[in-house]
């Protein structure tokens, strides 16, 4: 592979910045496809509540076994596992780094990109990942911790977590093991692409803006129950206890469809949530300095990423 191949566009961000959507037009600009990195989409049957489809875009959509293909460009990373499957970080890297490298052999350029942090840290090799064994010694340190600095540990690692097993103390020790990068001598570590350079791409705005947007994406997939319909689906395919379909938007459809709250609070309450989500995107994504940042709530900033990928030589 040549130098130029091995140069990987990552297209970073909080939460209904339009990342996919911007992909997608890079990709028929640039011939590429598309690598999601996000902690949600991995899950099957949830499309609504992750946000899969971007908001507003009515296009035609190819699900195939192994991706989607939307306006004619290949998604990877959606569909991978059911709701309750384990999947750590380490699995997804794995994952997505195989598809980067297929990409980049058909003379591709893969397109990373998505919210979750801990993901795209893997696949850029930011955090050394391995495949660890359990670590009993490990578990006993975390369990001498108590709650309030687990919390502060799993928030760091900007992992969806519901709010029962963001109050459990033992669950949180679990989450905790199994996705904090730790320095081992053992363990398979991650095939990580050989002389790569990552140009990263952050999309951001004034938080107010931010929450505008995702209030209309709230709005929209409340709109004609949409997630309603997705979530009594995914209840009689007996996913109803799973930990997704009790956390990140889900849990609110929930409650509703309980008789535990009325559609009102449940709307105002994902709206909440989801704030406090985009604030802990963006906590993470100031640890890495490499970013460079686009307010989309100027104009052209599309093009001036355009401008900057042409400019490194794609």
């Known amino acids: 592979m040549t130098t130029k191949e091995l140069k990987i566009p990552v297209i970073l961000g909080p939460t209904s910045t339009g990342k996919t959507g ?12 598309i690598i999601s990195a996000d902690s949600r ?36 990373g959606y569909d991978i596992v059911c709701p309750g499957e384990y999947y750590s970080a380490y699995d997804y890297a794995l994952f997505a780094l195989e598809k980067a490298k297929n990409n980049l052999s058909a003379g ?76 081992k001598k053992s363990g398979t570590p991650l095939p990580y692409l050989q002389n790569s350079q990552f140009i990263f791409f952050g999309l951001t705005a004034p938080r107010d803006f931010l929450y505008d947007r995702a209030d209309l994406w709230v709005d929209s997939i409340w709109k004609d129950d949409l997630l ?40 105002q309450r994902t709206k909440f949530n989801t704030h406090a989500y985009i604030r802990r995107q963006q906590t993470y994504f100031k640890k890495n300095t490499e970013i460079n940042w686009f307010d989309i709530s100027r104009d052209n900033w599309k093009q001036t990423i355009y401008n900057k990928l042409k400019d490194a030589g794609f």
């Open 41 to 76: 989409q991995i899950y099957k049957h949830m499309d609504i509540g992750t946000g899969k489809l971007p908001l507003g875009m009515a296009s035609s959509i190819k699900r195939d076994a192994e991706f989607w293909e939307i306006e004619g460009v290949k998604i990877w």
């Open 22 to 33: 911007l992909a997608l037009w890079l990709c028929k600009e640039f011939g590429g496809e």
């Open 108 to 183: 591709k350029t893969p397109f990373l990109v998505g919210g979750t942090g801990l993901y795209i840290d893997f696949f850029t090799h930011r955090i050394e990942g391995n495949s660890l064994p359990p670590d009993f010694n490990y578990r006993k340190k975390l369990e001498f911790q108590d709650l309030k600095d687990l919390q502060k540990t799993v928030m760091s690692l900007n992992l969806e977590v519901n709010n029962s097993d963001f109050q459990n103390k033992q669950r949180l020790v679990r989450i905790i093991e199994r996705n904090f990068p730790r320095e």
């Open 228 to 267: 309603l319909d997705e979530v009594k689906k995914l209840n009689s395919m007996g996913f109803e206890n799973s930990p997704q379909l009790n956390g990140f938007i889900y849990n609110e459809a929930q409650k509703f469809i309980k008789g535990l709250t009325s559609k009102e609070e449940a709307i």
